[in-house]
């Protein structure tokens, strides 16, 4: 086989306490791409829509994974890519681990599977590099695993999949622009021990309450008091909205990647769509522009097709 089609879905990660280690994946919305192998040496980028993304591979998210990926296929002399993204760049729900995840596992396929998952998400975190200079996995992982996933550690890598209980995903996207360099820079260096402890009280609360399905557990424990402090004064109407969506009936939620996205969790779809009601009742009266999403959790990651 010299060709491949793909869907690659957004990711959320960080799960509100778990900066940079816990990250969940969508149902919707999904990157569409193509991916051939080619005896025209490089990776070839052909763009589908409209985010005039670059074409020079070493400069583009996905490139830059197909290249570490080729530093380990040596016989690999090239590939095409054409993508289409229906995510978009920027909205902070893993637009650029789509990217990167979704043409190594096109490429692994093209290639019998000879790479394990965990070395797709080596090669993936290469983009991340490009988007925002950090290598972090926390929306590579759940994007090519699937499910709800947890970054033990990242340099050597260690994965682990957590097995969470059916959750509905709302998530608003105000139309403002958060870089992810500039959202990383502005967070402190050092924290409190008392933040400490309430936070890895939260993250350990909230690993348990995925696994025992508890979904009181999973409430109680999305509460971020290190790092949503300092992001969401960058997201208009982030209280607001966080306060009519638990109204709404959410479990909780918090700032999705680097935002500007929002997400909430709940139990069922009708509260979602409660939620999802809540949240643009208070961008119309403020005024904002924004985009929702209302999904579930994808438990299969990349989609091969
Ligand atoms: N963990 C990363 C961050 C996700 O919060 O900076 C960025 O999408």
Request: some cysteine.
């Amino acid at each position: 086989m010299k060709k491949v089609s793909a869907y690659s879905p957004a990711t959320v990660a960080n799960i509100v306490c778990g900066f940079d280690i816990l990250g969940l994946c969508l149902n919707e919305p999904c990157d569409e791409l193509m991916l051939e192998i080619t005896d025209e040496p490089g990776v070839h980028i052909i763009n589908k829509d409209d985010f005039d993304l670059p074409v020079d591979a070493e400069k583009n998210v996905s490139g830059a994974a197909l290249l570490a990926l080729m530093e380990e296929a040596k016989d690999v002399k090239g590939f095409i890519l054409t993508s289409k993204k229906n995510i978009m760049p920027g909205s902070g729900i893993g637009s650029s681990a789509a990217s990167a995840a979704g043409v190594v596992v096109a490429a692994n396929h093209l290639l019998n599977n000879r790479f394990t998952k965990e070395d797709l998400v080596r090669f993936a975190m290469n983009g991340e590099k490009v988007a925002c200079g950090v290598k972090h996995a926390d929306n590579i992982a759940p994007c090519i695993y699937g499910g709800v996933t947890l970054i033990r550690s990242v340099f050597p890598l260690d994965i682990v999949c957590i097995d969470a209980p059916e959750l509905h995903v709302t998530v608003v996207h105000p139309q403002i622009e958060v870089r992810t360099s500039d959202a990383r820079q502005i967070l402190k260096q050092q924290v409190l021990l008392k933040d400490a402890i309430k936070q890895w009280g939260n993250i350990a609360g909230l690993v348990a309450g995925f696994i025992k399905h508890d979904y009181d557990l999973i409430g109680r424990s999305l509460e971020d008091v290190i790092i949503e402090p300092v992001r969401s004064i960058l997201i208009p109407g982030f209280h607001e909205i966080k306060t009519s969506s638990k109204e709404a009936g959410a479990l909780g939620g918090g700032i999705s990647g680097s935002g500007p996205s929002i997400f909430m969790l709940s139990k069922d779809a009708q509260t979602a769509k409660h939620i999802e009601t809540a949240m643009k009742n208070i961008y119309d009266k403020m005024g904002i522009a924004y985009h929702t999403h209302v999904t579930t959790i994808n438990k299969h990651g990349v989609k091969i097709v």
